[in-house]
């Protein structure tokens, strides 16, 4: 029944992240938000809503290790399994693509979250510097896209539908916002138990189950992307996933307590974080490399191995 609950939890969470997302954004472009607007905010928050739940859930159930598991797990699982699979189904075409200043920020985002992890347990304070650091960027960002909207057409943003109703918009906003609290408590408890009948820390379950678990929404997409010829941003999106996580989950998860950091994530996982983001630099800087086959069974080989070896380690 416990594998059944944590199934039902986290199916749960996806239905009502998809759910919240829609309702956000068709209620923003009803009230006359601009698109650009919603796809630097809405969706955003709305994709990362679970990530989210799950975290401040975990912080409240005493079992910050799944919410820093979680965290850490979903950054190198959207790497090497969000980006090995599609490229196996079909070449990324990520010389194309501009993503250079992402990717350094995310570095530093990266780089900065792993210092902080080594001074000590996760507090309110470096949550607020978390915070501060996402407000900077997003600002960035934004400022870079308004100043490139003339030149760019527009793109549609996910959930958007003109014809929507207010009475269905209500419906979604009311199901996402039921549904998340209440997949994420489902999810993290029995993950707990899991964990417990296992023998094994919860911080293991967020690297592994809870990890993958909330990045299927991530690796769905990708994937069907691929499948249609269409998974060039891949990379882009990845790396702005990877840095909403360190920034904004720890950062308002550390609100309703702290976090420690247990020494395995200070000998191995967060490095292996680093590393996995690292290991994308060639095409990132590159304009003649592509994700191909040969480096999508690569990248996804590496997620295994590392899969095997945090069970082996961590339990």
């Known amino acids: 029944m416990v594998w059944l609950t944590a199934a039902l939890g986290l199916v749960i969470l996806l239905f009502a992240g998809d759910f919240l997302v829609r309702g956000a954004v068709n209620s923003a472009l009803r009230l ?8 630097l905010t809405v969706v955003a928050f709305g994709t990362s809503a679970p990530e989210l739940l799950i975290s401040i859930d975990a912080v409240l159930n005493d079992a910050p290790g799944l919410a820093l598991g979680n ?9 090497l399994l969000v980006l090995g699979v ?3 189904i079909s070449r990324l ?3 194309t693509f501009d993503t250079r200043k ?13 210092a902080a992890c080594f001074l000590g347990p996760l507090t309110w304070v470096h949550g607020i510097i978390f915070l501060v650091l996402l407000a900077f960027i997003l600002g960035d960002q934004a400022r870079s896209a308004l100043a490139h909207r003339r030149s760019a057409k527009e793109e549609d943003v996910e959930g958007a539908d003109p014809s929507m109703r207010w009475r269905k918009i209500s419906l979604y906003l009311a199901l996402g916002l039921i549904g998340l609290p209440l997949g994420a408590d489902l999810l993290v408890k029995s993950s707990l138990e899991i964990a417990q009948r296992f023998g094994v820390s919860d911080s293991v379950i967020g690297l592994t189950l809870v990890a993958i678990g909330t990045s299927l929404p991530e690796l ?5 992307a691929a499948i249609r010829k269409q998974a060039d941003v891949a990379l882009g999106n990845v790396i702005g996933s990877n840095m909403f996580n ?10 309703f307590g702290d976090i420690p950091v247990q020494a395995d994530f200070l000998r191995f996982d967060l490095w292996i974080m680093l590393g996995a ?18 480096w999508g069974f690569l990248l996804s080989a590496l997620y295994i191995s590392y899969i095997t070896i945090v069970v082996m380690a961590h339990g």
């Open 32 to 39: 006359g938000v601009p698109a650009l607007i919603v796809s």
């Open 71 to 79: 965290v850490v797990g979903s950054n190198t699982a959207n790497i």
């Open 86 to 88: 599609p490229a196996i």
């Open 93 to 95: 075409h990520t010389s």
């Open 102 to 114: 992402s990717y350094v920020t995310m570095l530093a985002a990266t780089l900065v979250f792993i």
């Open 220 to 224: 769905a997409t990708t994937v069907m």
């Open 246 to 255: 360190l920034l904004a989950i720890i950062g308002v998860a550390t609100l």
């Open 277 to 294: 983001s690292v290991i994308i630099a060639p095409f990132v800087f590159s304009k003649k490399l592509d994700l191909t086959r040969r």
